[in-house]
């Protein structure tokens, strides 16, 4: 690693005002930033770590929405009564991910800002129309990701919170990497505020996408079944030594169905 | 260099660090706490897990500099002071639940925080599963999750003494 300055501010106002020197990076759970910096991928100059801001954690639920903030690790997503209730699967996706010693360390807002093309919780916030919150606005899923490890986020600019509209019904069904857990193919499934949205995660040569077809095929019809059939075009798919772009295509099929199945 | 202040094994202890540093290189080379193994670069395989606040977590991918002001209990830590093993521990050696040793502490770490989160017990394929961050290359994982499976009841209190291991 590379020698930087380590900071740790108490309120979103103070790390605004040291991510104000482009060569400083935020730091949530460090469970991605950490490996990076060993590996000397990248060198910051300052390092904000914001795991002493309170009003970046916790979990509210109210109006028929569930809002989480940044900081919020894995684990207390995925043992959360109050996620449980509202959305189950978001729950099951948190318990998921990694492994235990990273859901300990691992955050909702590191992951949504890193938008690894595997990682799974990208694919909860775009299925549910989630909204993300920022020091300085909030921005629709929809706009959010815009490609692999990229986003609408300014240089900056902190994600503070996630909210989720509280769906009628999803399901995720993922295809694990056997090594690292994260998904080689995931598939989000939900029926709720925001319409039919299935979101895949892990297969896109540009990181989480809609499934226009799938959307489609099961906002005529919400069952497995509807899903025959429907193919997955193999261009924008990502192929590398775990599977192939047709492998891939074939197996968002697969989880999708299991989805919809585990959805009810 | 920015300083930090913790305890390690209940003695608050206070040390010079850079900002880079790891919580695991200020055991190992700074406190020569050398039971935490360093066993990969990339944050998988686990040896080197420790608790923080009662909490597992991999001393290889965090700084230093985090810690300020915690608790951290390593592998020297959980032996009582007259020596006496505790359960999981006495458990791994009951059923042979290593051979090199290396990933043993991590193990060990992992599997005390993974029962106290569960105390309603764990199955056999629950043990499997919550052991997913910790890789061993010897023993094939079956006497570790047998170990984890006799220790649980000790720590649950469901039984007084640890089962035997079959002869
Ligand atoms: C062994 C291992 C297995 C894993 N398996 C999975 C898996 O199966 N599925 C999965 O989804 N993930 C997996 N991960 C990744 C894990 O979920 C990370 O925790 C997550 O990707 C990043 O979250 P973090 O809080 O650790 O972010 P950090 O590492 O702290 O930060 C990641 C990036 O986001 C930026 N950032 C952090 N917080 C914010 C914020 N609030 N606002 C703006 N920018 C921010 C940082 O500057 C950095 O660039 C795995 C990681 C490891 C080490
Ligand atoms: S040394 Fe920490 S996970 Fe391998
Ligand atoms: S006993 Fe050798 S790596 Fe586990």
Redesign the interface.
Known sequence: MYEFTYHRPGSVADAVKLLADPDARAMSGGMTLIPTLKQRLARPTAVVDLSGIGELKGITVSGGTVKIGGMTTHATVASSADVAKAIPALAKLAAHIGDAQVRNRGTMGGSVANHDPAADYPGAVLALGATVHTNTRAIAADDFFNGMFSTALEPGEIVTAISFPVPEKAAYVKFPNPASRYAMVGVFVAKGPAGVRVAVTGAGANGVFRHAAMEAALAKNWSAAALDGVTTPVDDLNGDIHASKEYRAHLIGVMAKRAVAAAG | M?QVSLKVNGKPVTAEV???T?LVDLLRETLRLTGTHVGC????C?AC?VHIDG????AC???A??V?GSDVLTIEGLAAADGTLHPMQEAFREYHALQCGFCTPGMVM?AI??VKKNPKGLSEQEIRE?L???LCRCTGYHNIVKAIDAAQQVMHGKVKELPRAAE
């Open positions: 920015p850079e900002g880079r790891l670069d990339t944050s998988q686990g897990v909490e597992s977590v991999k991918t965090i700084l500099v985090q300020q992992s925080d993974l919550g997913e961050g910790n």
